[in-house]
């Protein structure tokens, strides 16, 4: 196993570039990408992990980038704090697109699209479920992804059709991905304070390390279970107001439409206003105690992916 940096720009004397850990040789070939929004630093404690129980030698070549996005972590912040740009939006770059992130955008189309599998690590910023975000694939890749589903150890699947809504997402690099053939696999883990305790990373390490194996690099690991979790789609409930959440359901609650999952509290009155489900399902994602601002998403509303709205 070995360490490189591959270069991106000079900012001043300030050298900008991405950190690379490279395993292995020849095919099949895979690579983890974490941490593209630099507020989202789960991945961070499940890749210590799972480099610990790595074996020293592999079939095939794993390459990791542990920190895509260096000075969002560091700012503390989920974009680029130079542009403000999200570095899992607007792929492909166009030709004239220039700057920081447009360089760091080509540098992870070039380096994934030698892969077969990109296993692609994020964070959801409030208290959540685990989860992978299943894309739409073709016949090929759908299998290869439904073969990691089985170990990967997450409490769900969150179904992205097609007609996807929320346009924004269509232009990660994701999608930009499966259209040139690579199986995605975009984990969400829950925020690192959120997370039980070292046994749940553990798990989430163990998952990673099994879908390695799935995927030929490794020996098979022998579990005891293997499914695939339960599918959804999200229905994100988004506030009409603003005020301090103070949330009264839990994850995962059946929730019907009308049920409240918090009130609001206004800073200038100290009263309280219900925040009341638009959806029926599984309290998937819910805000905690925290400013809320009108647009802001405050819980996500699963529903399985076979029912009806």
């Given at each position: 196993?070995?360490?490189?940096?591959?270069?991106?720009?000079?900012?001043?004397?300030?050298?900008?570039?991405?950190?690379?850990?490279?395993?292995?040789?020849?095919?099949?070939?895979?690579?983890?990408?974490?941490?593209?929004?630099?507020?989202?630093?789960?991945?961070?404690?499940?890749?210590?992990?799972?480099?610990r129980?790595?074996?020293?030698?592999?079939?095939?070549?794993?390459?990791?980038?542990?920190?895509?996005?260096?000075?969002?972590?560091?700012?503390?912040?989920?974009?680029?704090?130079?542009?403000?740009?999200?570095?899992?939006?607007?792929?492909?770059?166009?030709?004239?697109?220039?700057?920081?992130?447009?360089?760091?955008?080509?540098?992870?189309?070039?380096?994934?699209?030698?892969?077969?599998?990109?296993?692609?690590?994020?964070?959801?910023?409030?208290?959540?479920?685990?989860?992978?975000?299943?894309?739409?694939?073709?016949?090929?890749?759908?299998?290869?992804?439904?073969?990691?589903?089985a170990?990967?150890?997450?409490?769900?699947?969150?179904?992205?059709?097609d007609?996807?809504?929320?346009?924004p997402?269509?232009?990660?690099?994701?999608?930009?991905?499966?259209?040139?053939?690579?199986?995605?696999?975009?984990?969400?883990?829950?925020?690192?304070?959120?997370?039980?305790?070292?046994?749940?990373?553990?798990?989430?390490?163990?998952?990673?390390?099994?879908?390695?194996?799935?995927?030929?690099?490794?020996?098979?690991?022998?579990?005891?279970?293997?499914?695939?979790?339960p599918?959804?789609?999200?229905?994100?409930?988004?506030?009409?107001?603003s005020?301090?959440?103070?949330?009264?359901?839990?994850?995962?609650?059946?929730?019907?439409?009308?049920?409240?999952?918090?009130?609001?509290?206004?800073?200038?009155?100290?009263?309280?206003?219900?925040?009341?489900?638009?959806?029926r399902?599984?309290?998937?994602?819910?805000?905690?105690?925290?400013?809320?601002?009108?647009?802001?998403?405050?819980?996500?509303?699963?529903?399985?992916?076979?029912?009806?709205?």
């Amino acid at each position: 196993m070995k360490s490189r940096n591959i270069a991106i720009a000079d900012l001043g004397g300030h050298d900008l570039s991405l950190p690379m850990i490279e395993h292995g040789s020849g095919r099949p070939e895979v690579l983890i990408i974490n941490n593209l929004h630099g507020n989202e630093i789960t991945g961070f404690y499940v890749l210590d992990a799972l480099l610990r129980e790595l074996p020293n030698s592999i079939q095939g070549r794993l390459r990791i980038i542990p920190c895509a996005n260096l000075l969002g972590l560091v700012a503390k912040q989920r974009a680029n704090p130079l542009d403000g740009a999200d570095l899992n939006r607007g792929f492909p770059p166009s030709d004239k697109e220039r700057g920081v992130q447009a360089a760091i955008k080509r540098v992870l189309l070039e380096l994934s699209g030698s892969a077969q599998v990109l296993i692609d690590l994020h964070t959801f910023t409030r208290p959540s479920l685990s989860a992978v975000l299943r894309l739409p694939h073709p016949p090929k890749q759908s299998r290869t992804l439904e073969r990691c589903l089985a170990v990967l150890n997450v409490e769900t699947v969150i179904d992205i059709p097609d007609n996807f809504e929320e346009r924004p997402v269509q232009s990660a690099l994701g999608f930009a991905l499966v259209q040139k053939g690579v199986t995605v696999i975009p984990i969400e883990f829950p925020p690192a304070h959120c997370v039980k305790d070292n046994a749940e990373i553990e798990s989430f390490a163990a998952g990673l390390l099994s879908a390695l194996a799935e995927l030929g690099l490794m020996k098979k690991i022998v579990k005891r279970e293997q499914h695939v979790p339960p599918s959804f789609l999200r229905q994100q409930v988004i506030s009409d107001a603003s005020g301090l959440f103070l949330p009264t359901a839990t994850l995962r609650q059946s929730v019907m439409v009308g049920d409240v999952l918090g009130f609001l509290i206004h800073p200038r009155s100290v009263t309280k206003t219900p925040v009341v489900s638009p959806y029926r399902g599984m309290l998937f994602e819910l805000a905690q105690r925290q400013m809320i601002v009108f647009g802001d998403k405050i819980a996500t509303v699963a529903r399985s992916s076979g029912s009806k709205a």
